[in-house]
């Protein structure tokens, strides 16, 4: 069982950086066993796979739209994942979503998840 908080989402200008952070309490299995990722959805879209890591951040994967401009990270002492966003652009503007999967590979389906966040809010500004 996780329970995953996500915080850092706000309101920044097109080419703005932020950090999104993902803080899990893990029970029964240790967090550095999960694979991490994040998600977003827009308004009117599916929700998306952004990034994923590995559970020793071995394995590590993105979306074409973000690559060069997001890194993923996780710190597995402080059961914490995060995902730098650089070079933000408007497209970026959905709530971002932390997820954890049991499954050892990063996986960008989101019925591999087993748990979610409750998502925060990034938008970008033209």
């Known amino acids: 069982q996780v329970q995953l908080v996500e915080s850092g989402g706000e309101l920044v200008p097109a080419g703005g950086s932020l950090t999104l952070s993902c803080a899990a309490s893990?029970?029964?299995?240790?967090?550095?066993?999960?694979?991490m990722a994040w998600f977003r959805q827009a308004p009117g879209k599916e929700r998306e796979f952004v990034a994923g890591?590995?559970?020793?951040?071995?394995?590590?994967y993105y979306t074409d739209s973000v690559k060069g401009r997001f890194t993923i990270s996780r710190d597995n002492a402080e059961h914490t994942a995060y995902l730098q966003m650089n070079s933000l652009k408007p497209e970026d503007t959905a709530v971002y979503y932390c997820?954890?999967?049991?499954?050892?590979?990063?996986?960008?389906?989101?019925?591999?998840?087993?748990?979610w966040g409750q998502g925060t809010q990034v938008t970008v500004s033209t």
């Open positions: 997820a954890a999967s049991g499954v050892l590979g990063v996986v960008a389906d989101t019925t591999k998840y087993n748990y």
């Open positions: 893990a029970s029964g299995r240790p967090f550095s066993m999960y694979t």
């Open positions: 890591i590995g559970w020793v951040g071995d394995r590590i």
